[in-house]
């Protein structure tokens, strides 16, 4: 039935255009008779109805190679088969402090919470592309308000953060706020859980590319799922997270740690896993 269509259409573009075409041509032949503009004319006719007469087959369009690997997805939230799990609810083993020593944030029932003013910690391994799933918790006695309330931060290669903060009933300035490329982006939409129920980030993360003479070749992109609901979408990242003044880019290598940041506030963490891409 298909390829029935597709021969009608043939025929169709030979009226619409090799009609005309073929009129034309009389027209200058008959004005000029120059001999190399004939050639000329005859030759793109030729050509012309060379790709109207060819048949299109579902053949043509069908790719085979290569094949992807296989994956088997995790259960729910639980990790796939190619995963580089962070945190099972288990051990603080692939994380430590700045400086390289142990982590100090604590770990019981499962999930990993901050222990304020112990400071940020940072996975052992380094990572580029990532696509990333981590669930976090603000704590249930919140403090402070705004910035202050359940505040930390998934710090992507030490320097892109993703914001980590309580925004249900919460208001603080929006390019801060839950799930912002902070200081850079607003969220599409708040998707807040009330205070004390676990919130999920999904993240898709392309690293920046710089070239050999420290200017930026790519900016690295991000988007962001907050419980699900799309948040970011493909933002090209500005540069460094800046606290004061303007984002900017500072050459590094395309593989760094993931940070996780103690900004005072009793947060947890748990399922914590990552694939490479
Ligand atoms: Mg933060």
């Known amino acids: 039935m298909n390829y029935l269509k597709s021969e009608t259409r043939n025929w169709q573009l030979i009226l619409i255009f090799g009609l005309p ?6 027209y200058y032949i008959m004005k ?6 004939i050639a000329i004319i005859l030759a793109v ?6 790709v109207f007469a060819q048949k299109w087959e579902p053949v043509l369009t069908e790719i085979w190679e290569p094949v992807p690997v296989n994956v088997t997805p995790g ?5 796939p088969s190619d995963a580089v799990v962070l945190f099972d609810g288990t051990n603080l083993a692939k994380w430590e402090k700045e400086d390289g020593s142990d982590a100090g944030w604590n770990v019981g029932n499962g999930i990993l919470t901050i222990v304020p003013g112990t400071g940020s910690i940072q996975t052992r391994q380094s990572f580029g592309d990532i696509q990333l799933h981590i669930e976090w918790r603000a704590p249930f006695d919140v403090v402070g308000a705004g910035q202050g309330h359940g505040n930390s931060g998934v710090i992507l290669q030490k320097r892109y953060e993703i914001q980590v903060l309580d925004c249900y009933e919460n208001t603080t300035y929006v390019n801060g706020q839950t799930a912002s490329v902070y200081k850079q982006y607003i969220p599409l939409v708040n998707a807040c859980l009330p205070t004390g ?22 900016p690295a992109t991000v988007t962001v799922l907050h419980n699900g609901i799309l948040v970011q979408n493909h933002v ?5 997270i800046e606290y004061i003044g303007l984002p900017r880019y500072e050459k590094h290598d395309l593989k760094q740690p993931l940070l996780l940041q103690d900004h005072e506030n009793s947060v947890s963490y748990r399922n914590i896993w990552l694939r490479e891409l």
Do not use: C, H
Request: charge should be negative; hydrophobic fraction near 40%.
């Open 21 to 26: 075409t073929l009129l034309l041509t009389n």
């Open 45 to 50: 006719i030729f050509l012309s109805g060379s």
């Open 32 to 37: 000029q008779f120059d001999l190399q503009k």
């Open 75 to 79: 259960k729910g939230t639980a990790p």
């Open 236 to 240: 090209e990242i500005k540069g460094t």
């Open 197 to 218: 129920e676990w919130e999920v980030y999904d993240i898709i993360y392309m690293a920046p590319r710089f070239n050999d003479n420290g200017t930026l070749f790519a």
